[in-house]
């Protein structure tokens, strides 16, 4: 059985629940400051929400209240859909402790749904069961948090070839060539993933990672950027050039700073680019990162406000 450090287990009866606008606050927001929520968002329309749903509380079920569900009708409930930018369904995000911290995007396999779903219990202070491949992966995120980044690389490739649509391997080979600096092998990496994990959270947190790092290479200098946006404070462009900047230079704290400041004086800004960006740093860095879980926070309360 699963456990959250001191959380209590939700009961059978309360694990899945139909969600709408009038009682998201409480059973999302509010709840998920006891146990992680796992939200689907989906229609009555939708072809793949009709495949994901019932395997999602499936998985839920196996987590023995680990995790709860929501499940919100995009149509019925436009409103949510437009403050959380759903853009297409299914879409599923975790919230824990009031913000988003995990999610994904299209209908996934089992056995992918069990890793995101012991991914949230993990982010959130529980554990989860792993496979016999678990130590050899985590050896390998040691070498590239060590900077042994080639080392790293070859350990995830030995790993591949045991288990080819192992997302977290998969995930560490493309975020090691980043580290190595070769940014065309990891895109090359990235483009040839198995249909089977192409969607998951590690490789979206990868592609993410790919994105950054491409546009550090463009990125300003910090100082000049910083005096441009304290000349004028309502310049946009340099403000987010200066975050582009701060995460190049590995100031990711300071670079969700810039970004929510541009989303808080003008949120619609380029097509809600300050948005997209603080999203694409979260998907990069590790659900549980301080960064990450601050930042989500704050911006979930300017959303919601």
Not at 23 to 49: H, L, T
Not at 145 to 150: H, P, R, S, V, Y
Not at 198 to 204: A, D, I, M, V
């Amino acid at each position: 059985m699963l456990e959250l450090g001191g959380n209590t287990q939700a009961p059978t009866g309360d694990l899945i629940k139909e969600v709408s606008e009038a009682n998201f606050m409480a059973e999302v927001v509010e709840k998920s400051q006891e146990v992680p929520v796992i939200v689907d968002f989906w229609a009555p329309w939708c072809g793949p929400c009709k495949q994901l749903g019932p395997a999602l509380e499936e998985a839920v079920k196996a987590a023995k209240g680990a995790v709860v569900m929501a499940k919100v009708n995009v149509d019925e409930n436009q409103m949510i859909a437009g403050q959380l930018r759903i853009q297409s369904i299914p879409t599923v995000y975790a919230f824990w402790q009031g913000q988003p911290v995990d999610g994904f995007q299209g209908a996934l396999p089992g056995s992918e749904l069990k890793a995101f779903i012991d991914r949230v219990v993990q982010a959130a202070g529980g554990e989860a069961g792993g496979g016999g491949l678990d130590d050899a992966i985590e050896a390998a995120e040691e070498m590239l948090e060590q900077g042994a980044a080639t080392d790293a690389a070859q350990t995830f490739a030995a790993i591949l070839g045991e288990e080819p649509e192992n997302a977290r391997a998969y995930g560490g080979f493309v975020r090691a060539h980043i580290a190595m600096e070769d940014l065309d092998q990891a895109e090359a990496i990235l483009n040839g993933a198995p249909i089977a994990i192409s969607k998951s959270p590690e490789l979206e947190a990868a592609h993410a990672q790919l994105e950054l790092a491409k546009q550090a290479a463009d990125a300003g200098p910090v100082g000049d950027l910083m005096a441009k946006v304290e000349a004028d404070p309502d310049d946009h462009q340099a403000r987010f050039d200066l975050a582009q900047a701060l995460y190049a230079g590995g100031d990711a704290e300071g670079a969700v700073a810039q970004l929510l400041e541009l989303f808080r004086r003008d949120r619609e800004w380029n097509d809600g680019a300050a948005k997209a960006q603080l999203f694409t740093i979260f998907e990069a860095l590790k659900p549980n990162d301080p960064v990450v879980l601050n930042g989500r926070r704050k911006l979930s309360s300017m959303i919601f406000a």
